[in-house]
């Protein structure tokens, strides 16, 4: 058995949180690959190791001195080993770094994963782990994908039978020897391709919260967290508005079938979310509804034409305008004689009255509006397929709620309902159906 565990940022903001993980590990022999972010917040005003290295690299850039910056990445560090009393040379490492960096001779890639190398290096030295480099291991092809192939066989090598391993998340080396950050957030990716390349039996994602919760914590109070969620759902989840991993995190342990467990390492006991292919028997078969979310801002444009429902053509007209200014659609909803298209405000504004005019040329609506503030809210589970009444009972909540539905969609798959509201009853709309589905 063998579990690979990636530890985020809040993690490993401080030696206590070392202390934390060391005994997550202590409890669980088979977690012996571990993936670790550079140090985070401490508390709400303290700042990302990650983010004072981009501060960092910025003020060199302009030819302004950052020693005062570089100050607080290195005594973050010093700070955890001083307190967990770990022998291990950093000063001379830090040293060297910054000399280079003074000679303008680290590029900003370089410099953002150092946060993760010490990380990496500390945890290691703690636990008395091997230190295994992301370089060592991970390899960008030139277009910036991971060579996967090369990568893991790389990693099989390196890690041996019976021995513990610290590996530093977010980057990995370019075939001319550079370093290349993923983007922020990317420690997730990392984990994600140990899991894969080890064969592992699970990828345990540790974080700060008890799993995905049902909803979103900022609008619903104490969300009870999601026990069970498929990757088809989570898909749904995360494009719908649900800040979860970073998206390069699912693919590479998918395609090989390991189960992703999203944990909290301030709460171990609790389970966390088990997301997976597909689940054998559900957990609650009450439960229809596996979690709620959703995004404001988005634009519906709104054409009738008299007779299109019998027209070849009108929806690719419109679909083309959209195209040509580079508009992906989210939602396209029909009637017979009129078609709705729907997508973020930010996307259309800019270009909002040239595709009006050009939509006008195309296709010659008789009536064509613009509906902004709309918010849309997607209502994801597996559990609804093919299951009769959640839908009439969804939208008799929130017509009992007072609240106004102003586009629906659902797909032919049945894993969600679609519906938009106007901005002003986001938040509502998401606690009515919390709470007449969840409680
Ligand atoms: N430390 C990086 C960031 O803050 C990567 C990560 O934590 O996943 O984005």
Known sequence: ????????????????????????????????????????????????????????????????DCTAVFEMITSRYLDIRNELNISLDLESEFAALKQRLDAKAVTQDELASRGEYFSAKLMAAYLGFRFIDAVEWIKFNLDGTVDQETSYEALQNLVLQGQGAVIPGFYGLMPDGHIRTFTRGGSDITGSLAAAALNADVYENWTDV???????????????????????????LSYSGAQVLHEGTIFPVREKNIPLNIRNTNA????????????????????????????????????????MGNQVGVLRKVLSVLERHNI?????????????????????APHLYTI??????????????????????????????????????????LGEAGINIRMINQGPDELNIIFGVDNRDFKAAIRVLYNSFVK
Do not use: W
């Open 268 to 307: 171990p006991e609790d389970k966390g979310t088990m997301i997976r292919e597909k689940f054998d028997t559900p957990a609650d078969p009450d439960r229809f509804i596996t979690g709620i979310t959703g995004k404001k801002d988005f634009t519906i444009l709104s054409m009738s034409k008299r007779g």
């Open 210 to 236: 008890s799993g995905i919760l049902m909803a979103d914590p900022r609008i619903v109070d104490d969300p009870q967290a999601i026990p069970e969620v498929t990757y088809d759902e989570l898909r749904e």
């Open 328 to 348: 992906s659609v989210d939602y396209v909803p029909n009637g017979i004689d009129n078609v709705s298209v729907v997508m973020p405000t930010e996307a259309i």
């Open 1 to 64: 058995m063998l579990k690979v565990a990636k530890f985020g940022g809040s993690s490993m903001a401080d030696a206590g949180q070392y202390k934390k993980i060391r005994d997550i590990l202590l409890s669980d022999p088979s977690r012996r690959v571990v993936v670790v972010s550079a140090a985070g917040k401490r508390n709400k005003n303290d700042h990302k190791i990650t983010d004072l290295l981009y501060l960092c690299h910025a003020h060199t850039q302009y030819g302004v």
């Open 356 to 397: 009006l005019g050009e939509i006008q040329q195309d296709v010659e609506p008789d009536s064509l509006d613009v509906h902004d503030q709309i918010a849309v809210i997607a209502a994801v589970g597996r559990h609804m397929t093919f299951r009769p009444g959640v839908s009439g009972r969804l939208f008799a909540a």
